[in-house]
């Protein structure tokens, strides 16, 4: 926050604090947003937990990733629609990754309780990611929210998300500390998210990431969308168990406009 008001004086910033492995931190912050805020122009969905070695939960009981890295995000632009639909064309921005092209929606075991392998469940988190985002787009559009529901992924970027989840020595980790001239420099991994977000290009539906050597790297351009995540199917069945799973569902379009509370 220091560093942003140097950079921009004047400029406000608030911070709240924010547990997306959480839904009860999830519905307080929501509700100290609309409590303080009257609209909302932007969301950007990036929490993010990367292939942790053993099987973890939220409080709620979800598995760690897919929780955090979807379920959590799921469940706050619902509780946030009601400032968004009020928004002056609002924009939520939803991060995937390059792992997605490898992921499945395994809806017979979601939480991967009998089968628990770090990367797969990782990938199968940023589809849901990516799916999500577009089913978005799909609802706003048939409903007339007005929002643009917007998709992004950062390449492969040199940050801390690796040696956090998988832990500092583990095979990972040492290929980002020691390869670390295969990974871009983070600013630049933040590209597409920032191009989604504020552009006046970006369009609703999309999806955007790097452009050179197989989107891993480079400078936003429309990203290629895997074909498990165009599967409209999938996405409402999935969509429904999210509302099942996090006890949100979001509102007609009157409701979002018009009410304090979800």
């Given at each position: 926050?220091?560093q942003?008001?140097?950079?921009?004086?004047?400029?406000?910033?608030?911070?709240?604090?924010?547990?997306l492995?959480?839904?009860?931190?999830?519905?307080a912050?929501?509700?100290?947003?609309?409590n303080?805020?009257d609209?909302?122009?932007?969301?950007i969905?990036?929490?993010?937990?990367?292939?942790?070695p053993?099987?973890?939960?939220?409080?709620?009981?979800?598995?760690l990733?897919?929780?955090?890295?979807?379920?959590?995000?799921?469940?706050l632009t619902?509780?946030l629609?009601?400032?968004?639909?009020?928004?002056?064309?609002?924009?939520?921005?939803?991060?995937?990754?390059?792992?997605?092209?490898?992921?499945?929606?395994?809806?017979?075991d979601?939480?991967?309780q009998r089968?628990?392998?770090?990367?797969?469940?990782y990938?199968?988190?940023?589809?849901?990611?990516?799916?999500?985002?577009?089913?978005?787009?799909?609802?706003?559009?048939?409903?007339?929210?007005?929002?643009q529901?917007?998709?992004?992924?950062?390449?492969?970027?040199?940050?801390?998300?690796?040696?956090?989840?998988t832990?500092?020595?583990?095979?990972?980790?040492?290929a980002?500390?020691?390869?670390?001239?295969?990974?871009?420099?983070?600013?630049?991994?933040?590209?597409?998210t920032?191009f989604?977000a504020?552009?006046?290009?970006?369009q609703?539906?999309?999806?955007?990431?790097p452009?050179?050597?197989?989107?891993?790297?480079?400078?936003?351009?429309?990203?290629?969308?895997?074909?498990?995540?165009l599967?409209?199917?999938?996405?409402?069945?999935?969509?429904?168990?999210?509302?099942?799973l996090?006890?949100?569902?979001?509102?007609?379009?009157?409701?979002?406009r018009?009410a304090?509370?979800l």
């Amino acid at each position: 926050m220091d560093q942003i008001r140097q950079s921009v004086p004047g400029a406000s910033v608030l911070f709240q604090a924010l547990d997306l492995a959480s839904l009860d931190s999830i519905e307080a912050f929501a509700d100290e947003l609309r409590n303080s805020r009257d609209s909302l122009e932007l969301l950007i969905n990036n929490a993010g937990v990367m292939m942790p070695p053993k099987r973890q939960q939220t409080e709620d009981g979800f598995e760690l990733q897919f929780g955090t890295n979807y379920l959590g995000h799921f469940a706050l632009t619902v509780r946030l629609l009601p400032l968004l639909c009020k928004g002056n064309e609002p924009r939520v921005v939803s991060l995937s990754s390059v792992a997605a092209r490898s992921g499945t929606i395994s809806f017979e075991d979601l939480q991967a309780q009998r089968n628990y392998k770090p990367m797969p469940v990782y990938s199968q988190s940023k589809l849901a990611c990516l799916m999500f985002a577009l089913e978005l787009q799909r609802r706003s559009d048939a409903a007339g929210w007005g929002i643009q529901s917007i998709a992004a992924h950062p390449g492969i970027s040199r940050t801390e998300l690796l040696p956090n989840g998988t832990g500092a020595w583990s095979a990972p980790a040492l290929a980002r500390r020691f390869l670390w001239f295969l990974f871009q420099p983070s600013a630049q991994g933040a590209l597409p998210t920032l191009f989604a977000a504020t552009s006046p290009q970006a369009q609703g539906g999309v999806y955007y990431g790097p452009d050179k050597f197989g989107e891993i790297r480079g400078y936003p351009t429309v990203a290629t969308v895997p074909p498990q995540a165009l599967d409209i199917s999938a996405a409402e069945r999935l969509w429904n168990e999210s509302e099942r799973l996090t006890g949100v569902t979001f509102p007609i379009i009157e409701e979002a406009r018009g009410a304090d509370n979800l």
